[in-house]
Nanobody
Framework: QVQLVESGGGSVQAGGSLTLSCTAS?????MGWFRQAPGKEREGIAT???????TVADSVKGRFTVSKDKAKKTLTLQMNSLEPDDTAVYYC???????????????????WGQGTQVTVAS
């Protein structure tokens, strides 16, 4: 069972930037970032697989960039132009290669990190 460890959360003013990282205990085909705000369902933000295919949610497109260093087994989320609505617990998740998968669907992922808090003040 792969283990995921996130880092990089924190507090920032609106318009600021943060970088989240997630390191896996072994190489895994696909990794992604999800977030859950208080009182809301967990939602997919951005994913990337070992073929280099990325999927980014419309809500963060143009502001967030996902990347993966396969050698270091590390997933990174660069978040720019942060808004108060980006405040949430951010989770790293992973899955193996699958067919007919919904890239940003929570149910597509079987391994989750512990989460890291991101707070954006207005």
């Amino acid at each position: 069972q792969v283990q995921l460890v996130e880092s990089g959360g924190g507090s920032v003013q609106a318009g600021g930037s943060l970088t989240l990282s997630c390191t896996a205990s072994r190489d895994i085909y696909c990794m992604g970032w999800f977030r859950q705000a208080p009182g809301k369902e967990r939602e997919g933000i951005a994913t990337i697989d070992n073929d280099g295919d990325t999927t980014v949610a419309d809500s963060v497109k143009g502001r967030f960039t996902v990347s993966k260093d396969k050698a270091k087994k590390t997933l990174t989320l660069q978040m720019n132009s942060l808004e108060p609505d980006d405040t949430a617990v951010y989770y790293c998740a992973s899955r193996g290669r699958m067919t007919r998968v919904e890239a940003l669907s929570v149910s597509s992922y079987d391994t989750w990190g512990q989460g890291t808090q991101v707070t954006v003040a207005s």
